[in-house]
């Protein structure tokens, strides 16, 4: 079956401005999670849903990240206010246990 | 709170020789432990997980990593690198269930002809 899918695969924006990064799970996976992952660096979690709630949102940097999953499948992750230091590779993954999440390609989002 | 340091953010080996990438973890409860692979452009691919099972944990493509509660370790080894070995390799803990899991900085495998 098809993997985890996440569009736009890159995104390039102008500070200030208000962005949204998809991400759509494998089918039937009642976790999602978000990740963010910065240039030589390590994924950074952001926030985990299971199902349409989301259990854990520690990671979010600030006010101006949000995401939602509405139906328990496909999420948004939303920023807005863009800053500079947004600019990164956004990673989805979802999973159907707890032990092995499967990733997306990522969304490379890039600041101007 | 939980932790991962990866030891080298680069390693070069030969074509043939031994792979050894290095991984410290801290954690307060029983850990899950992952070692992850991407490729260039690529999302992140499973390489294996311990999951409280046995402490020697073969994964795909010939890696395989060993779980020393002892010294925190789960470093990742292959007998024979590869090129295709050649990527950015991540290790990972999380906490029993996994959600929220913790990354390493990384390692970058460098395989010479």
């Known amino acids: 079956g098809a993997g985890v899918s996440q569009t736009p695969s890159n995104k390039v924006t102008e500070k200030g401005k208000y962005v949204e990064l998809r991400c759509d799970p494998i089918s039937g996976h009642t976790a999602l999670y978000w990740y963010r992952q910065s240039l030589g660096q390590g994924p950074e979690f952001l926030i985990y849903f299971q199902g349409t709630g989301a259990a854990d949102d520690s990671g979010l940097p600030n006010d101006r990240f949000f995401a939602v999953r509405p139906e328990g499948s496909v999420s948004t992750l939303k920023i807005q206010r863009t800053e500079r230091g947004d600019s990164a590779v956004y990673l989805c993954?979802?999973?159907?246990?707890?032990?092995?999440?499967?990733f997306g390609p990522g969304t490379r989002l890039t600041v101007l | 709170a939980q932790s991962v340091t990866q030891l080298g953010s680069h390693v070069s080996v030969s074509e043939g020789a031994l792979v050894l990438l290095r991984c410290n973890y801290s954690s307060s409860v029983p850990p899950y432990l992952f070692w992850y692979v991407q490729y260039p452009n690529q999302g992140l691919q499973l390489l294996l997980k311990?999951?409280?099972?046995?402490?020697l944990v073969k994964g795909i493509n010939g890696f395989e990593a060993e779980f020393k509660k002892s010294e925190t370790s789960f470093h990742l080894t292959k007998p024979s690198a590869h090129m295709s070995d050649a990527a950015e390799y991540f290790c990972a803990v999380g906490p029993n269930g996994g959600f929220k899991t913790i990354f390493g900085a990384g390692t970058r495998l460098f395989v010479k002809a």
């Open positions: 993954a979802s999973s159907q246990g707890l032990e092995e999440q499967f």
């Open positions: 311990y999951t409280s099972a046995a402490t």
